[in-house]
């Protein structure tokens, strides 16, 4: 079983900057985050493999917002820069044992999730 915890939210002005970060109980493979603004459907942000040579990212995120890992600390960090009020959200780390994919459901461990505002 897989524990993860998510750190880093707060309320940010547009064009700021924020990193989250999510710790690991266990081992983990792929490490993704999602995101849910209110009334939405969770959406795809960003993966990283094991080795952290492999990353994807939401077409709405690349280049503003970079994924990495420690996997000495068993941490991944999201670095998110140029903050818009439309990445106001809850961010949620997720975990699976297996190559990057970008469907929520194929990623069978989460976090309780840390909310991001952005402010205009």
């Known amino acids: 079983q897989v524990q993860l915890a998510e750190s880093g939210g707060g309320l940010v002005q547009a064009g700021g900057s924020l990193r989250l970060s999510c710790a690991a109980s266990?081992?983990?493979?792929?490490m993704g985050w999602f995101r849910q603004a209110p009334g939405k459907e969770r959406e795809f942000v960003a993966a990283i493999d094991w080795s952290g040579g492999n990353t994807y990212y939401a077409a709405s995120v690349k280049g503003r917002f970079t994924i990495s890992r420690d996997n000495a600390k068993n941490t991944v960090y999201l670095q998110m820069n140029s903050l818009k009020p439309e990445d106001t959200a809850v961010y949620y780390c997720a975990a699976r044992r297996d190559t990057i994919v970008v469907l929520e459901f194929l990623y069978p461990y989460w976090g309780q999730g840390t909310q991001v505002t952005v402010s205009s």
């Open positions: 266990g081992r983990t493979y792929t």
